[in-house]
């Protein structure tokens, strides 16, 4: 059976947009109703020694394990992941193999906390513009007398 209704009508569905560089990772839940962001800085063991798709599996482990534990993602859920890296949907669909060992536990981790809280994941490849996680944006506020104020943010 497929299910041919479109995407937020049937169940709770998630779209999970991650991103991650050498220093920092982040990443947006969205839902129908909400988009929550968040960014964190790499503990001292990833800081600078850990590559860009490193640090993106490390942004995937940490999303889920937070969504889960802010209750924004639930036991049975299911969870649209976008990746901007080709690579990494080839190994997250067992298309190619994996060298790297880092990589390889995180895959594990990952794979084994989809499977313990029973969730349903699939995995979409998006071009880097559509990628709402990407760091390093620029933030504009108006304010009420025209001025644009900007400021380099995060997420």
């Keep these: 059976y497929i299910d041919k209704r479109p995407f937020f009508d049937w169940q709770l569905k998630h779209i999970l947009y991650l991103d991650g560089n050498t220093t920092s990772i982040s990443w947006v839940i969205k839902t129908k109703e909400s988009s929550i962001s968040q960014n964190r800085k790499h503990v001292e063991e990833y800081e600078n020694k850990i590559t860009k798709i490193q640090s993106k599996y490390v942004a995937l482990h940490i999303s889920l394990f937070w969504g889960i534990g802010t209750f924004n993602i639930k036991n049975e859920d299911t969870i649209k992941i976008k990746l901007d890296e080709k690579i990494m949907y080839q190994q997250l669909k067992k298309e190619i193999k994996i060298q790297d060992e880092f990589i390889k536990n995180k895959i594990k981790f990952i794979e084994s906390f989809i499977k313990q809280r029973k ?28 001025k644009l104020l900007g400021e380099i943010s995060q997420l």
């Design 119 to 146: 969730l349903q994941v699939e995995f979409e490849i998006i071009n880097v513009e559509k990628n709402l996680a990407i760091m390093d944006w620029v933030k504009e506020i108006k304010t009420e007398n025209g």
